[in-house]
């Protein structure tokens, strides 16, 4: 399975971005698509997930403002990102685990290659 993240870029606070995580190889084995983000000198935090069948889960900081989905036609998963705020700004990263619904990194199997997003004025 290979993941290819796209879409980070410069936007201003207040502002959306759509991130894409474009998904290749054995998709069949893949059951939750996860987005992550990095900050220099921090962890590696979940953002969102969502399982084949739909189920949706968020970070409290980005609930009612961030929307998981994924487009199982394109192989694709999105993520809507609105009212973006400065601590926003992150390496954002996809991934993908085989079976259950987890939010630890640790747990997913395949990830892309991060795409920055810079939450600015």
């Known amino acids: 399975v290979q993941l290819q993240a796209s879409g980070g870029g410069l936007v201003q606070p207040g502002g959306s971005l759509r991130l894409s995580c474009a998904i290749s190889g054995n998709i069949d084995s893949i059951n939750v698509m996860g987005w992550y983000r990095q900050t220099p000198g921090e962890m590696r935090e979940f953002v969102a997930f969502i399982t084949q069948g739909g189920v949706t889960h968020y970070v409290d900081s980005v609930k009612g403002r961030f929307d998981i989905s994924r487009d199982n036609a394109r192989n694709t998963v999105y993520l809507q990102m609105n009212s973006l705020k400065p601590e926003d700004t992150a390496v954002y990263y996809c991934?993908?685990?085989?079976?259950?619904?987890?939010?630890?990194?640790?747990?997913?199997?395949?990830w892309g290659q991060g795409t920055l997003v810079t939450v600015s004025s």
């Open positions: 991934a993908a685990e085989r079976s259950k619904m987890t939010t630890s990194q640790y747990e997913y199997d395949y």
